[in-house]
């Protein structure tokens, strides 16, 4: 079955512009999560949603991003005011529940570049 | 804290001879152990994960890894390396914080096979 699918695969903004990011999970999956992957860098929890529960945001670096989840499906990651350090491949994931026993699935990611 | 280390930046092996990437951990209670490996310029793919039971998991493509309790740590490992395993290999554990779960990774080993 399909994976996990993210847009645009890759994205090239100005300093200061705003930007969004999409991930749409494997179907059925009711947790959904973000990573951001530096260069040189391991990966970096972001947020995470289960189902309709309030989203665990304790990842995120600033007041600049927020993400929401519509219809406990497709996600979308917004970065206010881009600053060059937030260039980094954003990753997102998914998997049936939130067991600690459940596989993440990962999608191919947006490469972010802030110019 | 909950943590992952992984102590090697880079491994470098001839094809054909065994190979091991080295990841322990620090998390309270039961340990939740993954492998993910990512080939350049894709997302994340799933290896094998420990939940409880045999102390060796096998994995995809011919890995497999080795949970030791009293050393914390979850070795991979395979018998015999092939030129197509070169890949970045992370380490992850999955983390309980304010009643979610997140995954906490490793900061990445790069994998070299050669000829």
């Known amino acids: 079955g399909a994976g996990v699918s993210q847009s645009p695969s890759n994205k090239v903004t100005e300093k200061g512009k705003d930007v969004e990011l999409r991930c749409d999970p494997i179907?059925?999956?009711?947790?959904l999560y973000w990573y951001r992957q530096s260069l040189g860098q391991g990966l970096e929890f972001l947020i995470y949603?289960?189902?309709?529960?309030?989203?665990?945001k304790s990842g995120l670096p600033s007041d600049r991003f927020s993400a929401e989840r519509t219809g406990g499906s497709v996600s979308t990651l917004t970065i206010q005011r881009t600053q060059q350090e937030d260039s980094a491949v954003y990753l997102c994931?998914?998997?049936?529940?939130?067991?600690?026993?459940?596989?993440?699935?990962f999608g191919p990611g947006t490469r972010l570049t802030v110019l | 804290a909950q943590s992952v280390a992984q102590p090697e930046d880079q491994v470098n092996v001839a094809e054909g001879n065994p190979l091991t990437v080295k990841c322990t951990y620090s998390?309270?209670?039961?340990?939740?152990l993954f492998w993910y490996v990512q080939y350049p310029n894709r997302g994340l793919q799933f290896l094998l994960k420990?939940?409880?039971?045999?102390?060796l998991v096998k994995g995809s493509y011919g890995f497999e890894a080795e949970f030791n309790k009293s050393q914390t740590s979850f070795h991979l490992k395979k018998p015999s390396a092939l030129v197509s395993d070169s890949a970045l290999y992370f380490c992850?554990?999955?983390?309980?914080?304010?009643?979610?779960?997140?995954?906490?990774f490793g900061a990445g080993t790069r994998l070299a096979v050669h000829p």
């Open positions: 949603f289960q189902g309709n529960s309030a989203p665990d």
């Open positions: 179907s059925g999956h009711t947790a």
């Open positions: 994931a998914s998997s049936p529940e939130d067991r600690p026993l459940d596989t993440q699935y």
């Open positions: 998390v309270s209670g039961n340990p939740y």
């Open positions: 992850a554990v999955r983390a309980v914080s304010g009643g979610y779960n997140k995954l906490i």
């Open positions: 420990y939940i409880t039971g045999d102390n």
